[in-house]
């Protein structure tokens, strides 16, 4: 029997802003342990959270971007469970009325464009972080991180293959990161998912029974985590037995998935709305102001960027990854007008030496206009391709107009043939023997006259006028 995968992504972003969810403590990562703690996000009697505005604004944003319907009226519920890391003893979330629902991302497959479901977005707090010292053996809390604002996103079962559950992440991944609400690293945890997968034979409407995964800190490891999983599930299924529903945690260094334990259900949480905070109103005015602060979505940018510019479908792809270079790459097009050659330039040269260094475009040396202006140069015939290397080069290093540059190193290109004659006519009167055999026929001496010239010039002399003057001369 063959066995179609059928897969949910949940993913946890953190969002940027300044102050905590519900309380004014910094969100600063890497501070010492507690130093970010208050009242509130200790969960101390008494206390009373206020929602962060910031926290609503960016998950409109986000709703929008993923086209789902913002829930005018929407609220915060407890979802009580014991554990260390949670000192309220309950942790702060959206439950029957989210933020946002019934959305949608498109997301490029093999197959073509598919459309993946969005169940739901909704506002929570994360918890604290445990530290467990081996040595004593002994655990440590450090709540610097309890009360930061979290947006759980969760898929439809829409995904059918870990290959496109890795292409959703990476879709939702670079939606976040152009919104400037998420800082999308991975390791750090600001971005983290965990998959929910189960099996049915092909053909079948009816689902088949899950598995959860975490601890998967990659997309490479979301889509061996899948992969491996999938597989655990068909020979489970394949020798008749049955898929026990669980949270099972990814186990990097050995490659597979491990029990963890029984899967809960959404009634051991005792789920209730939270009598300290009031409803959410969200006004129809509030969401069109956060539209129109909206930046144009990658995927919405990579097909202008093909329709305007006339480049590949993997050069958009490249240039519109990060926001920032598909900016640089508009202003490098905007001053020399040929969209194809900055691509080649930008993706080419610059990412090169940006990457050597592991310097990130924002902090790039050359300003896009002193690159446009270098293509320029190159375009009308004023430095050969060379050269063009090497400006970039030094640009790159020095921060220097082509212009400097070009001045500085005596590097224009001779183009004017007022100059270039007499030294062509030269290298031909040095050659007595060489040009008589060329007339005798040995055409391939041509490259050898063309070789002199740039000798005599140090290089500098335009290829193009060379050619065209030796043909006229060497023809007598
Ligand atoms: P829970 O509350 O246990 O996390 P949800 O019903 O909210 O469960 O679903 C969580 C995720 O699991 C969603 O992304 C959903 O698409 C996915 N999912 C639900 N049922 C299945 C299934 N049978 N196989 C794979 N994924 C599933
Ligand atoms: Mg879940
Ligand atoms: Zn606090």
């Known amino acids: 029997m063959e066995f179609e995968p059928v897969i949910g992504l949940e993913v946890h972003a953190q969002l940027l802003t300044e102050s905590k969810i519900f309380c004014g403590c910094s969100t600063r990562f890497g501070a010492p342990p507690n130093a970010h703690a208050c009242p509130v996000c200790l969960g101390l009697p008494g206390i009373l959270p206020v929602l962060n505005r910031k926290v609503v604004e960016y998950a409109i944003k986000m709703a929008l971007a993923t086209h789902c319907r913002i829930n005018r009226e929407n609220g915060f519920a407890r979802k009580n469970y014991f554990y260390p890391d ?61 009360g930061v604002p979290l947006m759980e996103i969760v898929s439809a079962p829409d995904i059918r293959s870990a290959g496109e559950a890795a292409a959703y992440l990476r879709r939702l991944h670079e939606i976040l990161v152009y919104l400037e609400i998420c800082d999308g690293n991975m390791e750090e945890g600001s971005f983290r998912c ?5 099996l049915r034979p092909r053909g079948r409407e009816e689902f088949g029974i899950r598995t959860e995964l975490k601890n998967m800190n990659s997309f490479r490891n979301v889509q061996r985590a899948l992969d491996y999983e999938i597989e655990r599930q068909r020979r489970v299924l394949e020798e008749g037995g049955e898929v026990v529903q669980e949270t099972r945690l990814w ?86 007008d040929r969209p194809k050659l900055a691509a080649n330039w930008v993706m080419g040269d610059l990412l090169r030496l940006l990457n050597e260094d592991r310097r990130d475009i924002r902090d790039c040396p050359i300003p896009a206009a002193f ?9 009308e ?70 070789g002199q010239v740039m000798k005599a010039t140090q290089g500098k002399a335009n290829p193009r006028l060379i050619n065209e003057l030796l043909v006229k001369l060497l023809t007598g």
């Open 194 to 198: 965990d998959a929910n997968v189960s």
């Open 251 to 336: 186990d990097d260094a050995q490659g597979v998935t491990m029990p963890m334990r029984g899967k809960e259900e959404a009634h051991d949480y005792r789920y209730f709305p939270d009598p300290d905070l009031v409803a959410v109103a969200v006004s129809e005015a509030w969401v069109e102001e956060v539209r129109r602060t909206m930046p144009e979505l990658p995927l919405e940018k990579r097909r202008r960027f093909r329709r305007e510019y006339g480049i590949s479908a993997y050069d958009a792809g490249v240039l519109t990854a990060d926001r920032a270079l598909a900016d640089y790459y508009e202003e490098v097009v905007r001053g020399c």
């Open 371 to 379: 690159l446009a202006e270098m293509i320029h140069l190159l375009e």
């Open 381 to 450: 015939g004023a430095i050969s391709g060379k050269m063009a290397k090497e400006i970039c080069e030094e640009m790159y290093r020095t921060g220097k107009a082509p212009r400097t540059i070009i001045a500085d190193r005596g590097l224009v290109q001779i183009t004017d043939e007022s100059v270039l004659l007499p030294v062509i006519e030269k290298v031909i009167a040095d050659h007595p023997n060489q040009l008589a055999q060329y007339r005798g026929g040995r055409e391939k001496l041509f490259g050898f006259f063309v």
């Open 86 to 146: 949670l000192p309220k003893g309950y942790q702060i979330t959206q439950y029957a009325h989210p933020l946002a629902e019934e959305g949608f991302v498109e997301v490029e497959t093999e197959e073509g464009t598919r459309r993946i479901g969005i169940i739901r977005i909704h506002m929570e707090e994360d918890a604290g972080k445990l530290i467990h010292d081996e040595r004593f053996p002994s655990s440590y809390i450090d709540l610097n991180r309890a």
